[in-house]
Nanobody
């Protein structure tokens, strides 16, 4: 069992930065594939980034060159550093975990989800 709690969302101007944090608990956390997703109103969860021991990191095209996913297994933390934010990045951002053998590029691969944190980017 893995429990996830996101933090770090907020209101930022276009061009600004935010770092989202995901605190994980549970004995299997450090071996899990971890992902960040976002959800726009009325839409499905959209893949943003993934970090995995077997497969490394992967980013959605919209996140490449602006966002960085990282993890600190000693602290059971996963981060999403978001730079050069744009108004179209406004969404609720979710941290998710799944088994370490999963590639973790789609929403359906994930078993555990946090409650989400709102990111709002003003123009």
């Amino acid at each position: 069992q893995v429990q996830l709690v996101e933090s770090g969302g907020g209101l930022v101007q276009a061009g600004g930065s935010l770092r989202l944090s995901c605190a994980g608990s549970g004995r299997t956390f450090r071996w899990s594939t971890m992902g960040w997703f976002r959800q726009f109103p009325g839409k499905e969860h959209e893949f943003v980034a993934r970090i995995s021991s077997p497969y490394g990191t992967n980013y959605a095209d919209s996140a490449k060159d602006r966002f960085t996913i990282s993890r600190d297994n000693a602290k059971n933390m996963v981060y999403l550093q978001m730079n050069n934010l744009k108004p179209e990045d406004t969404a609720v951002y979710y941290c998710a975990a799944t088994s370490d053998y999963k590639r973790g590029l789609t929403r359906d691969e994930y078993y555990y989800w946090g409650q989400g944190t709102q990111v709002t980017v003003s123009s």
